[in-house]
Every structure is written in C-alpha cells, then in structure tokens.
C-alpha cells in the first residue's frame, strides 16, 4: 500500500510569487493534516482535515495561507504570495477515522522543502 | 501556545553506547508519542504511549510516560550507525484525532 506523498519535494521560489503543494493520504484515511517546519525549531501544526471538511485551521499562521481538501481526497496548501518567513519544510500526515477512544498513529509524508528567497 | 522542551538538542555518540533524550512540558498530555525522522524522509512513528507511567519497548528502544503526564524518556540501547537521524517528542492533549505539539528535535550523530 502506497504511503503519504507529497508534490514537489523542493520548491525555491521568490518572494511575493505564489507556490501550492500537494498531499495525497493514505487511501481510506479519513484524516490529513499539514505541519511545517521551520529550521531548527519545532514541528508546528497548520491545520486538520477530517475528509473535506477543516476540522482545526488554528495553526495556519495568516490568511496568506489556503489549504483545501475538495472530494475529500487529496489536499493542496497554497501560500499567496510567499514571504521569507514561509522557507521551512511542510509535512502532510493522514490517519484512519475510528471511534474508539484511542489514538489514531499518523503517517507523515516525506514533505516539501520549501524555500522563498 | 504549548511547548514542549526537548533534550539534548543533539548527541555525538560512539557505536554501540546506549542513548538517552527526553521531553518535558508544562502542560498534562493523554499521549506521549516518539517519532524518528531520517534526511528526506518525513517522521516515522517509534513508539506510542498512552497512559501515565507506561513503560513500553520497541527492540532496541524503550520510552516511558511520566507519572506526572507532563514528560517523557526515550532510550536507545547499543547504538549502531542506523540510529542517525532526528528524533522528536510528541503530545497530545485528548481524543482518538487531533494535531500533536512536538518538541524542536534531539539530533543523533552514531560515530562507527
């Protein structure tokens, strides 16, 4: 079974121009979320999708950011117009739905490196 | 926001020495989780804990859940080069779903 992709792997744009980065989840998994890392600190979460629906947006950090998950499938997150600021490596992870209360592992992506000069 | 303070920030250890890195947080977490991240690739899951004290092994690698639900250890035993790469905490607050809060990462050099 094929795991968590992500399109591109690298992207080095300039500042102002616009980039999108794509997440394809694990088939079935009801669940995706993005996280970004910026260098040297933390992984940080941006926002979860529960199939098309954004159950949680309170980590995306401004409106510059556009995160979308139409058919519930795939997911693209776009950053319009890119800043400095924004350079960091963004992960994408998705998980089954159950409900048992119980955590669900998640499976994270090899995620795009993104950097904005 | 939520912290979680991750330590050593890396470790330069010889082949076959046992390794120790821990998280702590001022926060209560349920789960308490362990990921390894290897260059170009995206983290992968060690080991899941989910109830305070938990002691739970993985072969070579075993990690606790504080009592106090606000830490957490993570072990290696005898290193070998394939332990290189960065290790992160991870916490969740509740719930089977949810984003998880993750520590800035213990970075894991193995000397031959």
């Known amino acids: 079974e094929a795991g968590v992709t992500q399109f591109p792997s690298h992207s080095v744009i300039e500042k102002g121009q616009t980039v999108t980065l794509r997440c394809d989840p694990i088939s079935g998994h009801d669940n995706l979320y993005w996280y970004r890392r910026v260098m040297g600190k933390e992984i940080k979460f941006l926002l979860h999708f529960v199939k098309e629906s954004k159950q949680d947006e309170s980590g995306m950090p401004n409106n510059r950011f556009l995160a979308e998950r139409t058919g519930g499938t795939y997911s693209t997150l776009k950053v319009q117009p890119a800043e400095l600021e924004d350079s960091g490596v963004y992960f994408c992870?998705?998980?089954?739905?159950?409900?048992?209360?119980?955590?669900?592992?998640?499976?994270f992506g090899p995620g795009t490196r993104l950097l904005v000069l | 926001g939520q912290q979680l303070n991750q330590s050593p920030q890396s470790m330069f250890i010889q082949e076959g020495e046992d390794v120790s890195m821990n998280c702590t947080s001022s926060s209560i977490f349920n789960t308490w989780l362990w990921y390894k991240q290897d260059p170009g690739e995206g983290p992968v899951l060690l080991i899941a804990?989910?109830?305070?004290?938990e002691l739970t092994s993985n072969g070579r690698l075993t990690a606790q859940f504080g009592i106090t639900r606000k830490d957490s250890f993570l072990n290696i035993s005898a290193s070998i080069p394939s332990d290189v790469g960065i290790y992160f905490c991870a916490g969740r607050f509740g719930g089977s779903q949810g984003n998880l809060i993750f520590g800035k990462g213990t970075k894991l050099s193995v000397k031959p």
């Open positions: 804990l989910y109830k305070a004290g």
């Open positions: 992870a998705s998980s089954q739905d159950r409900t048992e209360n119980y955590w669900e592992t998640q499976y």
